[in-house]
């Protein structure tokens, strides 16, 4: 395919100024993650893909049956996914509040652990 041609440039002549674009208005920080927060928060869809999901839990019933192969309906998937989402969303609201308890905005793994022992969750096991 044949290169297109470009317009020499003369030494002295500065380049044409892009063209004029409106500028976007400036948010303050943490506008955006809020917005997003919000926007999650009213909608009801779930937040994995189901292909993915379907093929994690695949792979863990092959892991945990040795090696005897599942079928799983559609359905059955569906609430799986569910249930794994309103737990961990659960998780990390729980995690998120002890990280404000140590006066803090970022949520560190140790904040998630704290969650987990206070549930009475193993470390182990979901």
Excluded at 69 to 81: E, F, K, T
Aim: hydrophobic share 35%; aromatic share 8%.
């Amino acid at each position: 395919m044949p290169r297109p041609k470009l317009t020499p440039r003369r030494r002295g002549c500065p380049a044409s100024p892009p063209p004029p674009r409106p500028w976007a208005r400036r948010r303050r920080p943490g506008h955006g993650a809020l917005q997003e927060i919000r926007r999650y928060q009213s909608s009801t869809c779930l937040l994995l893909r189901p292909g993915p999901f379907a093929c994690l839990v695949q792979e863990l019933c092959l892991l945990f049956t040795r090696g005897v192969d599942y079928h799983w309906q559609r359905m059955a998937l569906l609430a799986l996914q569910e249930a794994a989402e309103a737990f961990l969303v659960r998780l990390l609201e729980d995690g998120y509040l002890c990280s404000l308890h140590a006066r803090r905005v970022t949520l560190f793994p140790k904040d998630l652990q704290l969650a987990r022992c206070l549930r009475g969750l193993e470390q182990g096991g979901i």
